[in-house]
């Protein structure tokens, strides 16, 4: 398979280089706060047409084969234009709700099962319908999202976001050796942010690294269905908003402005999961029969073809 640099003509290189080279100069949590009611002087105009894209992979829990399959996509979705048609002090919920969260399973890797890291959490994606979809066309839709294509329906500055600096480094490795695509080729992508430096510049964490769950179980956080990689992206972006409004909005015991954190969680999920299901892929697809009536259960008495590692 080809290496995939997406080439989008709508935005001139030169402008994509201007955008790169005014944000290299601003820290991660002054170019999030940009969106968050505390603009940046002189930034250019094109930064408001940014669009943030959450990247979450999960990969088989054993040591064989290698490179390990990925199993799972997770992608949290945000206009900045949305953010910026809101007041800083507007109700978190009303933010949320702008944040699209997709969970995709790989048709060819679904039947590696992390059966001890995570046993439920493939089945249990919390905020939408998850999709099945190969290899080639997971990819396809990477390059879609990540050029704002798949978004917005044109090209977009991408702003690209994780949680801790190694695992998002990690999930770029895996990418191209699974799918054989450079993310930071893609020449949309013009800012990189994660987590813990958002942690660490907004004077939360003492040091710029640490994982997700750290700061997560600090906002009194239910942690149903952790490695869902939908369910661990939507939890970063919702953690990435909750710094980047902080102090102004930020728990204080273990609400937000009024709301239990726990209560909040779950009406972010409510307004996820009303919204339309996607469009692409399969809803279901069982690895042991190949239909696309239901998923694997138990219940399927199809006999799964030999499988040297599992």
Known sequence: MESTTAQVEEI?????VELREFLSKHSQL???RHFLGQPLEGAPDLLNRAIFVGLDLEWWEHEE???KPTTEIGLAVLRGQDLLAHNPDDKLLNLLNHIDVHHVRIIENCHFRNTKLAPKAEHNFLFGETRFLSKDDAKALLVSFLTGIETCGESAPIILLGHGGKDLKSDKHALWNDFKLRVDSISNLVYTMTTSPLAHQGRIRDEDHGPLEELLNGFARDKRFDH????DIAYTALVALLIGLYP???PANAEVQGTPMPDLLEAFIDLSNA???PTWGLQAYCFKCESTEHNYSSACTAVIPPCSFC
């Open 12 to 16: 001139s290189f030169s402008s994509l």
């Open 30 to 32: 002054e170019i999030l």
């Open 228 to 231: 869902n990689a939908g369910n």
């Open 65 to 67: 084969p290698k490179p």
């Open 248 to 250: 102004r909005l930020f």
């Open 275 to 277: 919204k339309p299901a």
